[in-house]
């Protein structure tokens, strides 16, 4: 009787040991997806990096605010916002309602109402009126700061010179106005993370052109002719199978946390733009920020000399890559790659981790 008794105590023992070890990293079994695992060791300081995320924010903004104001690698010392997916106001309230939603607070303030040099023009609205749907879900009870968001961007950049890093999800507008104003100071910048440009693939604004190039493309040519260090995730990234939303997981996400269910709601207009063509819906933004939190997610970057299309004629707002080690007949005078292009993803990483912080 003592032996049997032994014997079940044992087998008690193992079972639990079996239960409580089931990591994070496990597989769901129900999704198939592979959990991310919690970070255990705390990140020091030296390892965060010090963010300044500028966008226009829409919904897949709004998504990628919350993959950086969650992440334990990110310090977001402020959002600057400007036109784009919507009017100002709206690009402010989306910003600071998808904050809140996280539990973060952190400045908000608002920069260029239209592009460097032409009128603003007029797109299709993938995201809703009010860039999140038209889910009635914006009410901050916070507001936007009154200074200018090109003066934050300059005076965050020059209070900690080769430490602050920008994000940017929308034009360039307002990178490149601080650039004008105040070169030396934007050359202290650590480095730029754009999602712009088609990569190495085709556009959505036009066949050669990516949205947040052709909303301003003079200001990309600004950019790009400074030289800061930037690294571009371009449309090529994003569309990719395995990267995108389908119906499924937007229904795990209206059954997953506050945050999911948020976006569940958020990505109502774009998810059926994307459903009426027949396709998957991409993550450009939460892709390019995914990119600063798990660098290993990068697979593969090439340096490039970016040339951005300017000219009143159908390749505006192109933008051309030489890269590094190719040889063209025309090849330009060469001094030095003003660009990192990533051209390989961790597709299903991305995926999973993005669904993780939605659901966990």
Not at 175 to 180: E, F, N, R, S, Y
Not at 269 to 276: A, D, G, H, R, T
Request: aromatic content about 6%; overall charge negative; some cysteine.
């Amino acid at each position: 009787m003592k032996l049997i008794q032994k014997t079940i105590v044992l087998f008690m023992a193992v079972l639990i040991l079996l239960l409580g070890g089931c990591s994070a990293a496990d597989t769901d079994i129900a999704s198939g997806r592979e959990s991310i695992p919690e970070t255990t060791v705390p990140i020091s300081e030296a390892e965060r990096h010090k963010v300044i995320i500028d966008t226009d924010t829409g919904s897949d903004d709004a998504a990628a605010l919350i993959l950086a104001a969650t992440s334990d690698r990110l310090d977001i010392l402020g959002i600057t916002v400007l036109y784009g997916n919507v009017p100002l106001d709206d690009a402010a309230k989306n910003a600071l309602m998808t904050l809140e939603v996280c539990g973060v607070k952190a400045p908000v303030y608002i920069g260029a109402n239209k592009p460097l040099t032409k009128e603003r023009e007029e797109m299709i609205s993938v995201h809703g009126a009010d860039g999140m749907g038209d889910q009635d879900l914006i009410h901050p009870k916070s507001t936007a700061e009154d200074g200018d968001a090109v003066d934050f961007i300059l005076d965050t950049v020059k209070s900690d010179p080769g430490e602050v890093e920008i994000i940017a999800l929308g034009p360039l507008t307002n990178i490149a106005l601080a650039v004008q104003k105040d070169p030396d100071t934007m050359k202290l910048c650590k480095r730029i993370w754009v999602m712009g440009t088609t990569g190495f693939g085709t556009g959505n604004a036009t066949p050669v052109s990516e949205f947040n190039v052709y909303s301003d493309a003079e200001a990309y040519d600004v950019v790009l002719r400074e030289e800061l260090p930037m690294t571009v995730i371009g449309l090529d990234m994003v569309d990719v199978e395995e990267a995108k939303l389908t119906p499924d997981d937007l229904s795990e996400m209206a059954q997953g946390n506050e945050k999911g269910v948020f976006m569940s709601k958020a990505f109502t207009k774009l998810f059926v733009f994307y459903q009426s063509s027949g396709k998957n819906m991409m993550l450009p933004d939460p892709m390019a920020v995914a990119c600063l939190i798990w660098q290993d997610m990068a697979l593969e970057t090439k340096s490039c000399y970016g040339v951005a299309c300017t000219g009143n004629d159908a390749a505006y707002g192109q933008i051309i890559l030489y890269q590094e080690g190719a040889v063209y007949e025309a090849m330009p005078q060469i001094a030095s790659y003003n660009l990192e292009v990533v051209t390989k993803i961790d597709a299903k990483f991305f995926k999973d981790s993005f669904m993780s912080v939605m659901t966990s």
